[in-house]
């Protein structure tokens, strides 16, 4: 039976790739800076354009599709998943570092269909590594079979996560009070690349061994998420249960022990749904 997802694959990562050009080339001039819930919540006119660019040309082709995208969320338009084919997609995941030229940049898109992920894209545009996987053919990095490390033991693992500021207090102590209760394990190390996209494809290629976080949103996730499960790697809610897209958090592992060990040493705390409240 012929993959009746295969050409939304194939635009999919034809437009990744038309969108990494436009950010290298916007990496080239002037940025400008525009803030969204904060202080240190960025966005550029780069972000908004890379969006409109993937949805019309996605548009363009497959028009009763739905979307869900970082900036047109920030417009107004609903987060709600549904059971429609859905295009999640952040235009550029690892704003932070765009605007630094810090080089983990990424376009990140999954594609849903009954609310699972059928695949999924994520394109680290100045490293130019695009990372692929359609639900049940494995993952690659530029068309090279890539898997996790497999490691089993959470004490050898190298862990990522996001080191960011957050205004509630409490929410900061808890960030930081992880960090410690990890860093004392010990594990070999913690390191923050910027991306969540980019991050998950580090743990699908084994040069991390996993990564967490609370406060995400499901376009950060999406297309990590398929290249990810696909590399072997699995993933989990922060507290260890099912993971869930609209969640707002993630435990991605090399494997399932690692990932129950992590779950074991996070304290969580409340970061709403990207389905409902959104806080
Ligand atoms: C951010 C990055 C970052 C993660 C933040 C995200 P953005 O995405 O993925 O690694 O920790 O929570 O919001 O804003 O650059 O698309
Ligand atoms: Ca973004």
């Not at 033991?153 to 205004?167: H, M, P, Q």
Request: aromatic share 6%.
């Amino acid at each position: 039976m012929t993959d009746p997802w295969q050409e939304c694959m194939e635009h999919c990562v034809e437009v990744a790739k038309q969108a990494g050009k436009v950010i290298r080339e916007a990496l080239q001039g002037d940025i400008a800076v525009m803030h969204k819930s904060s202080q240190v919540d960025l966005v550029t006119e780069t972000d908004q354009r890379v969006e409109q660019l993937i949805i019309s040309s996605i548009k363009a082709k497959f028009p009763a599709h739905s979307f869900i995208g970082e900036e047109s969320v920030a417009a107004g338009a609903p987060s709600a998943l549904t059971d429609d084919p859905t295009w999640i997609i952040d235009p550029i995941d690892g704003t932070t570092n765009f605007v630094h030229r810090f080089p983990f940049v990424s376009v990140s898109i999954g594609f849903t269909v009954k609310k699972e992920i059928e695949f999924g894209v994520v394109y680290s545009c100045i490293e130019d590594k695009m990372y692929t996987a359609r639900r049940g053919k494995g993952a690659f990095c530029n068309g090279v079979p890539i898997k996790v490390s497999g490691q089993e033991d959470l004490s050898r693992c190298l862990v990522l996560t996001e080191l960011g500021f957050k205004e509630d207090p409490q929410r900061f102590d808890t960030m930081m009070a992880n960090l410690r209760r990890i860093l004392a394990i010990p594990v070999h190390g913690i390191r923050s690349p910027g991306s969540a996209a980019v991050n998950m494809c580090l743990v699908a290629s084994g040069s991390a061994d996993a990564y967490y976080h609370q406060g995400i949103h499901c376009w950060d996730m999406a297309g990590g998420a398929a290249v990810l499960t696909e590399a072997g790697g699995v993933i989990v809610d922060i507290s260890g249960g099912p993971f869930d897209l609209m969640s707002r958090r993630l435990i991605a592992a090399s494997s399932g022990a690692v990932a129950r060990s992590l779950a074991s040493h996070l304290t969580q705390f409340h970061v709403g749904r990207d389905d409902t409240d959104g806080s």
